[in-house]
């Protein structure tokens, strides 16, 4: 299971609110408003969606498997469709935030929606009518009746109204807790709150997510799915009501400008000055007083003919655009050009997120395993992705605390690994991650058959489903160190106006991979049963080889390391003010941003 929850590096949340920062002039702030009482409600909204939206996803197969008949490959490409809203949706969602309704009104919506989405689901456990007849697939042996059109909707509906409370909640969230702070008015301890704030929101976070792999499906396993589904209502109900509870204690902040539309003004800017002749001095660009971009650099030079001033007519007398369609500034210029330079890297995260949300598979393995520690005592199938968020912690904490302060001590100087190296890192550990997966499903298999399993894969291996935990581990090493590595690689070199989009990079990979993992499964699965033979993913996962499935994306995620190294060499060194951003002034780096563990979605 991935961990979607991860969004962004600790050691960034001066740039939400910075000492450096002008007053914020689209801000209402009032003295009696904000501060830290608003924080229990703002960072319960969240947790508390988190635990009800991950509650559903572990067993959602089993669900869609039992209860609508799937395959395993249907139920897992509309998992990645899900997943794949899920993390596309909170781009749309701060979009809107931030051009039309604000931050409190978006999560206000969102909640909403995640509410309605949590009864939709709960009534399609309730309801006999709203799933097709019972009948179990992989025993039965006949065919299953399939889910009607109406059903359909009504499930997948479920899932769209889930996805829409995502997008709306979680890119606002964050900031919008920070938002609560007035930085006038704190005595100069705004660092010290923002820091208290942080480390409780993710906190909230990291164990939401361990309460809905654990709590919410060992209701699902042992009372069934109207009670598993009915809990997260009710969960989702309170999360919306604590929020809305305060809302007479909320700053409430107006609309800005978005980048997207001062993006799209450069394009069109460029194009329309296409046979414009560049300057011969550095004097003819148009750029904002006090900016630290007043000349353009010379890479993606043809996007320079945007902020190229063609008359004196074009600027007012207070040095702004007349027409911000006919010429843009160098600002808006560059902060185009650093997000065009960091795409090719951005591309290189997606394999090791495809992989990441291979959820279905290891939960058939572990279903299929003695999942027992003791006699009495046995680990839900649903629940072996908290190895993955217990290695990710884990290592998060090691890093912290002994990597850093060790590596300093020893140079005598502030120590870290570079955002780049870590990405590398992450990429190399998620192509081992599917090896092991491959192998020790090779040796689940071979057990099964030679213990006559072969037709019967609801049977039980006399092989310890704690033999899957090392690949869990290995996954949650490969996402500690590859998707933070990501974030604080774009807050690092994007400028700091763009802080938003850094945040919406990482969500926005994990949506396309989760795509590209439809592509992948569909493709193999329709390759490998050509002329009656049994497909590499099929549900039955002892005549299926899933082995070969893992190895298969091991080979193109070595291919992706090696893509890596490439799109590393090109884009050349980190800028050194990324460097500078990341290092506090005691000089041991802190991670601010551990967020989505989170499953994709």
Not at 148 to 157: H, N, P
């Given at each position: 299971m991935e961990l979607s929850t991860i969004n962004s590096p600790k050691t960034h949340h001066n740039k939400l609110i910075s000492d450096d920062d002008p007053p914020l002039p689209t801000m209402q702030l009032q003295r009696s408003k904000g501060g830290?009482?608003?924080?229990?409600?703002?960072?319960?909204?969240?947790?508390?969606?988190?635990?009800?939206?991950?509650?559903?996803?572990?067993?959602m197969t089993f669900y869609l498997m039992k209860e609508y008949s799937m395959g395993v490959t249907t139920a897992q490409n509309l998992l990645f469709y899900w997943s794949s809203a899920t993390n596309f949706l909170p781009l749309i969602g701060a979009f809107i935030a931030d051009s039309y309704l604000g931050r409190f009104l978006t999560i206000g919506f969102g909640s909403i929606f995640s509410f309605l989405g949590t009864i939709v689901l709960w009534l399609t456990a309730m309801i006999p009518k709203a799933r097709p007849p019972p009948c179990?697939?992989?025993?039965?042996?006949?065919?299953?009746?399939?889910?009607?059109?109406?059903?359909?909707?009504?499930?997948?509906?479920?899932?769209?109204?889930?996805?829409?409370?995502?997008?709306?909640?979680?890119?606002?969230?964050?900031?919008?807790?920070?938002?609560?702070?007035?930085?006038?008015?704190?005595?100069?301890?705004?660092?010290?709150?923002?820091?208290?704030?942080?480390?409780?929101?993710?906190?909230?976070?990291?164990?939401?997510?361990?309460?809905?792999?654990?709590?919410?499906?060992?209701?699902?396993?042992?009372?069934?799915w109207k009670i598993g589904f009915g809990v997260p209502v009710v969960i989702m109900f309170f999360s919306a009501f604590l929020f809305f509870l305060a809302t007479p204690l909320y700053i409430k902040e107006n609309v800005i400008n978005n980048l997207l539309g001062r993006f799209v003004q450069v394009i069109v800017v460029a194009y329309k000055n296409r046979k414009l002749a560049y300057p011969e001095q550095n004097s003819g660009y148009h750029y904002n007083k006090g900016s630290e971009f007043i000349v353009p650099t010379s890479k993606l030079r043809f996007l320079n003919k945007a902020c190229i001033i063609k008359s004196s007519e074009d600027v007012k007398q207070d040095g702004v655009a007349v027409d911000s369609w006919?010429?843009?500034?160098?600002?808006?210029?560059?902060?185009?050009?650093?997000?065009?330079?960091?795409?090719?890297?951005?591309?290189?995260?997606?394999?090791?997120?495809?992989?990441?949300?291979?959820?279905?598979?290891?939960?058939?393995?572990?279903?299929?395993?003695?999942?027992?520690?003791?006699?009495?005592?046995?680990?839900?199938?649903?629940?072996?992705?908290?190895?993955?968020?217990?290695?990710?912690?884990?290592?998060?904490?090691?890093?912290?605390?002994?990597?850093?302060?060790?590596?300093?001590?020893?140079?005598?100087?502030?120590?870290?690994?570079?955002?780049?190296?870590?990405?590398?890192?992450?990429?190399?550990?998620?192509?081992?991650?599917?090896?092991?997966?491959?192998?020790?499903?090779?040796?689940?298999?071979?057990k099964s058959i030679d213990q006559g399993l072969l037709n019967n894969p609801e049977g039980v291996v006399a092989m310890s489903a704690m033999w899957l935990v090392p690949q869990h581990c290995l996954n949650g090493i490969a996402e500690a160190f590859n998707a933070i590595g990501q974030i604080e690689f774009y807050y690092s070199e994007l400028p700091k106006s763009m802080s938003s989009i850094a945040t919406a990079m990482f969500g926005l990979g994990t949506a396309v991979a989760n795509l590209l993992a439809s592509v992948i499964l569909s493709n193999v699965d329709s390759i490998t049963k050509r002329e009656g033979k049994e497909s590499w993913v099929s549900s039955n996962i002892n005549r299926g080889h899933y082995e070969n499935y893992y190895w298969l994306l091991a080979i193109m995620t070595c291919f992706n390391l090696v893509y890596f190294m490439v799109c590393s060499w090109a884009y050349g060194p980190c800028v050194e003010s990324g460097s500078k951003k990341l290092v506090e002034e005691d000089g041991e780096m802190e991670l601010e941003n551990v967020s989505r563990p989170g499953s994709t979605t």
């Open positions: 830290l009482v608003t924080m229990p409600f703002i960072i319960a909204n969240e947790a508390l969606e988190r635990v009800a939206t991950f509650g559903v996803l572990p067993n179990n697939l992989l025993v039965s042996g006949q065919a299953c009746k399939s889910a009607t059109t109406a059903q359909y909707t009504i499930l997948i509906s479920s899932f769209m109204l889930m996805s829409i409370g995502a997008g709306g909640i979680r890119p606002c969230s964050l900031a919008f807790g920070a938002n609560q702070f007035d930085k006038r008015d704190t005595n100069g301890n705004i660092k010290r709150v923002l820091e208290t704030y942080f480390n409780w929101y993710y906190a909230a976070v990291m164990i939401s997510v361990l309460i809905a792999m654990t709590g919410i499906v060992y209701l699902q396993d042992h009372m069934g006919s010429l843009c500034t160098v600002e808006q210029v560059e902060e185009l050009k650093s997000l065009v330079r960091v795409m090719p890297l951005w591309s290189t995260g997606i394999m090791v997120s495809i992989n990441l949300s291979q959820s279905s598979f290891p939960l058939l393995q572990a279903k299929s395993m003695d999942r027992h520690i003791t006699k009495r005592v046995e680990i839900p199938a649903a629940s072996f992705g908290i190895f993955t968020v217990i290695a990710l912690t884990v290592w998060l904490v090691v890093y912290d605390r002994v990597i850093i302060p060790l590596g300093s001590r020893i140079r005598g100087k502030p120590f870290r690994i570079g955002t780049k190296e870590r990405m590398g890192i992450g990429i190399f550990f998620s192509c081992m991650a599917m090896l092991l997966s491959g192998i020790i499903e090779h040796i689940r298999r071979r």
